[in-house]
């Protein structure tokens, strides 16, 4: 078992699955034998019906992940005392799991594959690695401007990508846009975190699929330009950076600032607490905040569907999408579920509509634009 406490392989067969083979084969090369043609018809359809009806009665659903938040822990235990289907987990990163289930193919025991990323989950459509989700009940429970335009995979929860700065070194009346990180004031203040974290490689590909190549280009040497350091650590660390007095602003996910200021470390909070939050281009004739989702995809050969299915169903309803929001400071895909009270304390704020599937097809521009400026 897994450290979480979720199994990390899918549950085999148990052996009475073995011995009733062998029962059925010995019973099937005794018909041959006796040449019974009758009794072996009846006997052909009697196996195809009991693995039919094994298969059927399958009661786990088998998700390959790349989350690695507690939250998803007590969903799935949620889900399996309400309707007693066993939820198996695999972790590992994104290309690692897309990769596995194109090499295993229809043997995959893979039902679900989840990231937190769309231009992932936009990669393994492109692969063929996917089905189509097709219900009424997480159609009626998502955001439209949140789903998959192709149907191919389905959000859980969303988060922004925004700005936090500085209580004491920066006023909230300096802050505007994205593209105004370019500008000379932000010089030796800017923090971030490394080009190769998926979570910047999807914010530069909103930035080139919004502004074009040129753009993007001239905006990345610019923001290069004004880092305090060198890109390192994680979105929590460039917070506690400006705790530091080591920039000025961050870049960084919603999600991480309810984190800090929850933690039970107090350095985290006073982190957390040295900081405010700005959802940047927010004008009238602007594009609003970027954002990314945290979803599923549905493997292309899931041997469990229907039970997959139930866990989309679940996990997009209103009592799932709460346990979300109040653990992990994420916002809701169901519109009818509010943000929590911390993330509510921040405000409201127009997000990009941007077809999130843009941050996969605009994935390879955006790397080439990070190699290219500088931002390590």
């Known amino acids: 078992q897994a450290e979480d406490g979720i199994r990390d392989q899918p549950r085999s067969r148990g052996l009475g699955d073995v011995y009733k083979r062998q029962i059925y084969i010995l019973q099937f090369r005794t018909t041959l034998n006796n040449n019974k043609m009758k009794n072996y018809l009846i006997l052909f359809f009697s196996i195809i019906l009991f693995f039919s009806c094994e298969e059927n009665n399958s009661n786990e659903v088998n998700i390959y992940s790349k989350r690695h938040y507690q939250v998803d822990i007590k969903q799935y235990e949620n889900f399996e005392k309400l309707t007693g289907i066993k939820v198996n987990v695999i972790k590992a990163g994104d290309d690692e799991l897309l990769e596995r289930l194109k090499n295993e193919g229809k043997n995959s025991p893979a039902d679900l594959f989840v990231t937190v990323d769309a231009g992932k989950l936009q990669k393994g459509v492109e692969m063929g690695l996917f089905q189509k989700i097709n219900s009424e009940v997480i159609d009626s429970n998502v955001s439209d401007d949140l789903k998959d335009v192709n149907g191919y995979w389905i959000p859980i929860t969303y988060r922004a990508r925004l700005l936090v700065y500085s209580n004491e070194r920066v006023n909230k009346s300096e802050l505007s846009t994205y593209e105004d990180l370019a500008n000379e004031k932000w010089a030796d203040r800017i923090l971030v975190r490394s080009s190769s974290n998926a979570y910047n490689q999807a914010l530069m590909s909103s930035l080139y699929a919004n502004l074009g190549e040129d753009a993007t280009t001239d905006w990345s040497s610019s923001v290069v330009s004004n880092f305090a350091r060198d890109p390192k650590g994680n979105d929590r660390d460039q917070v506690k950076a400006i705790a530091a007095g080591q920039g000025d ?24 607490k040295s900081v405010s939050v700005f959802f940047p281009n927010q004008g009238d004739n602007e594009r609003g905040t970027h954002i990314n989702i945290s979803g599923f995809g549905m493997t292309k050969n899931a041997p469990n569907k229907e039970n997959a299915m139930k866990l989309l169903e679940y996990l997009t309803g209103i009592e799932a999408q709460n346990t979300y929001v109040n653990n992990s400071y994420e916002y809701p895909a169901n519109p009818s579920v509010k943000p929590s009270d911390l993330v509510q304390s921040w405000g409201d704020f127009k997000r990009d509509n941007l077809d999130l599937n843009a941050l996969g097809i605009y994935r390879k521009d955006a790397i080439k634009v990070f190699d290219k400026t500088g931002w390590k």
Do not use: F, H, R, T
Request: net charge negative.
């Open 249 to 272: 602003i961050a870049i960084v996910n919603s999600y991480y600032i309810g984190l800090l200021l929850s933690s039970e470390k107090q350095s985290e909070v006073d982190a957390g």
